[in-house]
């Protein structure tokens, strides 16, 4: 489109209207960042201090999933309390 500016005009619209692929660019790598240090901090945060406190094993004698951390610490206990 044509403003006025004559034919020997260089600048496209987009460029009249200060929109270019490098401030985008930048936006977009900004909010990236962003969401990547957000979710550093929150996992960080509120992870367990545990290291295998995640993992699960399936219940001896049962269709379930217990955590193995509890069962290793004292398996005894966990086949007593299973033949109550």
Wanted: charged share 30%; proline share 6%; no cysteine.
């Amino acid at each position: 489109m044509n403003r006025g500016k004559g034919a020997a005009s260089s600048k496209t619209e987009t460029e009249d209207e200060g929109i270019n692929g490098t401030g985008i660019a930048a936006a977009i790598g900004a909010v990236a960042g962003a969401a990547l240090l957000a979710w550093g901090i929150g996992s960080a945060l509120f992870s367990s201090p545990e290291p295998d406190a995640g993992k699960t094993m399936k219940a001896p004698g049962r269709d379930y999933r217990i955590p193995r951390a509890d069962f290793e610490r004292d398996p005894k206990s966990y086949f007593k309390d299973l033949r109550k």
